[in-house]
């Protein structure tokens, strides 16, 4: 199945189902959710790969994002 309508397209087969708006939507398959492109956000706060971490105190082996 194949749907389009102007920058908004829906492809869902056997292996998912994709849902685009221009460049940004998300993938739904058997291993999982996948963001593709923009950012993710929650409350009006950036939660993607770049958001900082500040006042962390990683114990061994745990990971923080980036220093401000």
């Known amino acids: ?33 996948e963001h593709i492109g923009g950012t993710v956000e929650h409350d009006g706060h950036n939660i993607g790969f770049d958001h900082l971490h500040k006042d962390t105190q990683p114990q061994q082996g745990a990971l923080s994002g980036p220093p401000q």
Do not use: I
């Open 1 to 33: 199945f194949a749907w389009s309508n102007g920058p908004l397209s829906v492809k869902a087969d056997q292996d998912g189902v994709e849902v685009m708006l221009g460049a940004v939507g998300f993938k739904v398959t058997a291993a999982g959710f």
